[in-house]
């Protein structure tokens, strides 16, 4: 003899629970997902600008080469 019976109501409120918890779960883990994605392209971004922001080394000064004035 059953001590309860579930009701078609009851299971059909059991199996809305679990469909809403599985689909929490997975948006949880694709919003992980993107954060790690979204902080990895900041990251290379934060490096990409810290390069283009380096003093660029002068081009080096051609040295004029006079040539020798003959005297006298």
């Known amino acids: 003899m059953p001590i309860a019976k579930i009701t078609g109501q009851g299971l059909l409120a059991i199996a809305f629970s679990v469909a809403l918890l599985w689909a929490c779960l997975i948006a949880e883990r694709v ?9 990895s392209h900041t990251m290379h971004e934060i490096q990409r600008m810290r390069r283009s ?6 081009s080096p000064v051609p040295v ?9």
């Open 53 to 58: 922001r380096r003093a660029v080394p002068p």
């Open 31 to 39: 919003e992980i997902r993107r954060a790690a994605n979204a902080r």
């Open 64 to 72: 004029l080469r006079r040539t020798p004035v003959a005297v006298g």
